[in-house]
């Protein structure tokens, strides 16, 4: 119908990169649980393992997805004594990845050596339903998985049982199929499972400029002008 | 002995007339009296280094969670009151954000590190200043003056030990020399902070928000103010709270005891 399509891509990379190291930091050292020990009381006596987490520290990171949001994610995750990189796509981006010295592997590698995985990839037919029960089962018992691209990236039944059954440590999801999930959906249960309303990119500033973006985007497609951001169809 | 128990005394000192050493988790150690253990004889090593890091990524989690509403936001996704998630529910962004570390030591520099990776522009105050290569290495200004930083920060992170000197470091004045808009990260010791200032300070809007992984007491009374205030995140003491960390220092303080009760330097002494 010759209808054009305009969208904000790029304005919100740090946002989302930000929301996704903190949520992966949340789900790792157990904060949205640590935090509800102390408002009901269950925080009574220290004692030298309770509520431990997982750190960073010499830590295996595997980006699924090294776009503008993976590589922010690695930039910020740097600092926090990661010994390793890892990265899976579509292809090997070799100038993207030397600036974090990430290594190309397949998806099945990713999983096997990674302590953090971080999800950032695009939705499309080929990553749909491609963490499932096989890419969790490869998971170190010790890892986290952390997902801010897409629900539907997540097979979510794969995930509850990876979780339950302890085949990973914890998981920190700002995206779900559907959002938000349903009242009665076992995911909600699990108290190492971290779940954030799609917040990636909800700062004043980031949607400030969103707003603007695609408002500008809207008004050169009424006068027929070329957009600033225009999705190519 | 791990965390700050049992109370050192002079009563339990009298009690135990062999005790040679006291080992104790962590790095902090001004839950003891470090002049009657020294009169008595009895050695202090501590855990230094090794919670550094753990705790200085608790830091950055607790400023990131506190900015973009992370407790919140989760409690907003898993409650079945929850129909749909407004689009105008918005937080702050820490990247490109001023941070002033107060505390510039092993930890409050590790936080520095891990911030300029967030582009954060960095302010610091400490006893002295950090060398030159310390400080462009991670973009760090140094201020002389605590008043400076506390007036251009968005974030305020507390990395102090506790002293005297640093008793009530943060009180009512400090607080009002804030931004409306910063928040205020403790992960030293609750004693650095006015608690009851603090409170007055979240309650009347003179800074936005606080996030802090110590208080005093540990825990808080059950009807503690700070329990209640929507825009405070607390942790339970939890800075170096990592398997592998406390497994370490596990190890370190079975170092120290074993050096100690065989007359042999002890790694890591308190002096």
Redesign the interface.
């Known amino acids: 119908r010759g209808i054009r399509v305009g969208y904000t891509p790029d304005v919100l990379t740090?946002?989302t990169?930000?929301?996704s190291?903190?949520?992966l930091?949340?789900a790792c050292?157990?904060?949205?649980e640590?935090?509800e020990?102390?408002?009901s009381?269950g925080?009574?006596t220290?004692?030298?393992?309770?509520?431990?987490?997982?750190?960073?520290?010499n830590s295996t990171v595997g980006i699924i997805g090294l776009g503008r949001i993976g590589q922010a994610v690695a930039?910020?995750?740097?600092?926090?004594?990661v010994k390793k990189f890892l990265y899976t796509g579509s292809g090997p981006k070799p100038e993207t990845a030397a600036e974090f010295g990430a290594e190309f592997v397949p998806l099945t590698k990713l999983a096997e050596e990674s302590d953090f995985v971080v999800v950032t990839c695009a939705l499309t037919p080929a990553t749909q339903g491609m963490c499932n029960k096989d890419f969790f089962s490869r998971m170190k018992k010790t890892s986290v998985f952390v997902n801010t691209s897409r629900g539907a990236v997540v097979n979510q039944e794969d995930l509850y049982d990876a979780l339950a059954q302890g085949q990973i440590a914890a998981a920190g999801l700002d995206v779900t199929t559907p959002?938000?999930?349903p009242?009665d959906h076992p995911l909600?249960s699990l108290k190492n499972c971290?779940?954030?309303?799609?917040?990636g990119s909800?700062?004043?500033?980031?949607?400030n400029t969103m707003a603007v973006l695609a408002v500008n985007n809207l008004l050169a497609g009424l006068r027929g002008e070329p957009m600033p951001h225009e999705l190519k169809l | 002995m791990?965390?700050h128990k049992p109370v050192v005394n002079k009563e339990l000192l009298q009690s135990l007339p062999n005790l040679r050493i006291i080992a104790s988790?962590g790095v902090g150690v001004d839950h003891l009296d470090l002049n009657l253990l020294s009169s008595y004889g009895v050695k202090v090593s501590n855990t230094p280094f090794v919670v550094s890091?753990?705790t200085a990524?608790?830091g950055?989690?607790?400023m990131?969670?506190s900015s973009?509403?992370?407790?919140e936001?989760?409690?907003?996704?898993?409650s079945?009151d929850?129909?749909?998630?407004p689009a105008d529910?918005?937080?702050?962004?820490?990247?490109?954000a001023t941070l002033g570390i107060v505390g510039m030591g092993t930890i409050g520099y590790k936080v520095a590190?891990?911030a300029?990776?967030?582009?954060m522009k960095i302010l610091y105050h400490n006893r002295s200043q950090r060398k030159k290569e310390e400080e462009s290495a991670v973009g760090a200004v140094y201020c002389k003056k605590i008043d400076d930083l506390l007036q251009q920060s968005d974030f305020v992170l507390l990395a102090v030990n506790l002293t005297p000197q640093t008793h009530k470091l943060i009180g009512k004045r400090e607080l009002e020399l804030m931004k409306p808009t910063a928040t205020l990260i403790n992960i030293s010791r609750g004693l650095v902070m006015d608690q009851d200032a603090l409170v007055e300070a979240l309650q009347k809007k003179i800074i936005k928000a606080a996030a802090l992984d110590v208080t005093y007491p540990?825990?808080?009374p059950?009807d503690h103010p700070l329990?209640k205030l929507k825009n405070v995140?607390?942790?339970?003491?939890?800075g170096s709270?990592?398997?592998?960390?406390?497994r370490i220092?596990?190890e370190e303080m079975t170092e120290s005891i074993q050096a100690g009760l065989a007359g042999l330097p002890v790694p890591h002494e308190v002096l």
């Open positions: 740090d946002a990169a930000e929301l190291v903190a949520l930091l949340s050292r157990r904060l949205p640590a935090a020990q102390v408002r009381g925080w009574t220290w004692k030298p393992l309770w509520m431990c987490g997982h750190g960073l520290s930039r910020r995750l740097k600092p926090f004594g959002e938000p999930l009242t909600l971290v779940i954030l309303p799609h917040i909800a700062t004043y500033a980031t949607r | 791990w965390y988790s890091t753990d990524d608790l950055m989690a607790l990131l969670a973009r509403r992370l407790v936001g989760y409690e907003m996704a898993i079945p929850t129909d749909y998630f529910w918005l937080g702050t962004e820490v990247s490109g590190e891990r300029k990776a967030f582009e540990e825990p808080l059950r329990l995140i607390i942790t339970p003491h939890i709270a990592t398997k592998k960390t406390r220092m596990m």
